[in-house]
């Protein structure tokens, strides 16, 4: 009943993920190398594209799930939305389903009308450098640049974490609704989503 949504999640999504991380670290390393905004533009817009990449993927469970269980996407939204959740630690982060599906539809769409979305267009989606204390402790790289999400408040979110909690409320969800998932354990990002 799940085969399809199981299978995009396991064969699309997460491999989505180890490319965006990939991306992540060649950004690392440019930066480290020279940290002069020039040497490193290329490898931020790769980074930004794989990110773009992996929300595409991650929104794309949504369409298989409410087809393979009859469920709308709004009630499956509505759902992960109260899923999103840092495995191990049961702090919450609520709004990175949204934020995820954000970034899908902002490199689909470049300008965003839909007002259940947190960011209003493709400029929203930064790669910048970060300075300590912004989003939560051990979320991200430890220093450089990395993509980053802003909301309409204002408010920036590292893109990593966000991708992290959402690929493990997808789990939860999943096993929610009886999918037979393959063991694990599944890494995103170099954090377990899934046992």
């Not at 902002?106 to 007002?115: E, I, R, V, W």
Request: contains cysteine; negative net charge.
């Amino acid at each position: 009943m799940s085969a399809d949504t199981v299978d995009h999640l396991i064969h699309n999504v997460i491999p989505a993920a180890t490319d965006y991380m990939m991306a992540e670290n060649e950004l690392t390393a440019a930066y480290a190398k020279d940290v002069t905004p020039a040497a490193w533009e290329s490898a931020g817009r790769h980074a930004k594209r794989r990110a773009a990449e992996l929300a595409i993927a991650i929104d794309g469970l949504t369409d298989r799930g409410a087809s393979e269980f009859g469920i709308s996407k709004s009630v499956i939204r509505n759902d992960l939305w109260a899923l999103c959740i840092w495995p191990g630690s049961g702090a919450q982060r609520l709004g990175a389903h949204d934020s995820v599906r954000g970034v899908a539809n902002a490199y689909k769409h470049q300008t965003l009308s839909d007002p259940s979305l947190p960011i209003s267009s493709e400029s929203d989606i930064l790669v910048v450098g970060l300075g300590f204390g912004l989003d939560g402790f051990g979320v991200g790289k430890y220093s450089g640049v990395e993509v980053l999400v802003r909301e309409h408040d204002g408010t920036k979110y590292k893109f990593v974490g966000d991708v992290q909690v959402a690929i493990a409320a997808w789990f939860k969800w999943l096993a929610m609704q009886g999918a037979t998932l393959p063991a694990g354990p599944y890494v995103v990002c170099g954090l377990q989503v899934h046992p």
